[in-house]
């Protein structure tokens, strides 16, 4: 689920393995490319951590960050 806090949607993935949060980082990045809206996010091992703000607003969440949000959850 995500979290809407400190002007940001923030959401922890864990996964199996490595390369299963690695391939999913994987497809957030092509989604996010095409979208022209990077997420700033970590991974350690089997964890991914997404933080999502729009810095051309101001670094607050916007519909674009709920919208990128929306579209890496159909990832799952």
Known sequence: MWKEENNSL???FKFKD???AFAFMTRVALIAE???HHPN???VYNT???SLS???A???VTDLDRKLAHAIDTLL
């Open 10 to 12: 923030t959401r922890v």
């Open 18 to 20: 490595f390369s299963e």
């Open 34 to 36: 095409k979208m022209n």
């Open 41 to 43: 996010w970590s991974n």
């Open 48 to 50: 991914v951590t997404i």
């Open 54 to 56: 729009t810095h051309d």
């Open 58 to 60: 101001g670094n607050k």
